[in-house]
């Protein structure tokens, strides 16, 4: 096992961002029109989550080890606030999705549309130090991964919910 790496020992910059966006989630949730169900909900708020670290461990463990999360390379439990922030992000995904009722090829741009989104906030994470790029590497590569997630999310939420999308 290698040493840890320690990126920073103090409560600064990358823990105030992801108490920001997700207080700044949590309030957009609880500001807008209720638009699903309570299992709706808990779905794309668990979702969220659960692609959110499918993916996170997938590349960020070993034998990858592509990044690390938070103050240092082994994983704290602070770093559990960093994997909720991925609720409300799913969540509000799919709030826009339905609420403009996007269905068809008109989906492809919308995740799109989230995906430069989601890099940009990858980028700002970077910037404050939520994440570290290492073994070569770099946000470019997190695009194509995001472009995934979001198709998922959608497959899977149309899949379990196709009455959702039905008219009233």
């Known amino acids: 096992m290698s040493d840890v790496i320690i990126y920073d020992s103090s409560f600064d910059a ?3 961002f992801v108490l920001a966006i997700l207080a700044a989630g949590v309030v957009a949730i609880w500001l807008l ?3 699903f169900t309570m299992e709706q ?4 708020l668990l979702t969220g989550i659960v692609l959110g670290l499918m993916l996170d461990h997938t590349l960020a463990l070993p034998p990858f080890d592509l990044y690390d ?6 994983y704290s439990l602070f770093d559990m606030f960093s994997y909720a922030m991925y609720a409300p992000y799913g969540y509000l995904f799919i709030y826009i999705y339905k609420r403009w009722r996007i269905k068809g090829l008109y989906t492809i741009p919308y995740i799109l549309v989230w995906s430069l989104v989601s890099v940009g906030i990858e980028w700002l994470s970077v910037k404050v130090g939520v994440f570290h790029y290492k073994n070569g590497y770099h946000l470019n590569f997190s695009f194509p991964i995001y ?3 979001q198709s998922m999310h959608v497959l899977l939420f149309r899949s379990f919910f196709p009455d959702s999308f039905k008219k009233k």
């Open 14 to 16: 990358n823990e105030w």
């Open 33 to 35: 029109p209720r638009r």
């Open 41 to 44: 909900a808990l779905f794309n």
């Open 69 to 74: 999360v938070g103050d240092e390379s082994t």
């Open 147 to 149: 472009l995934f997630l």
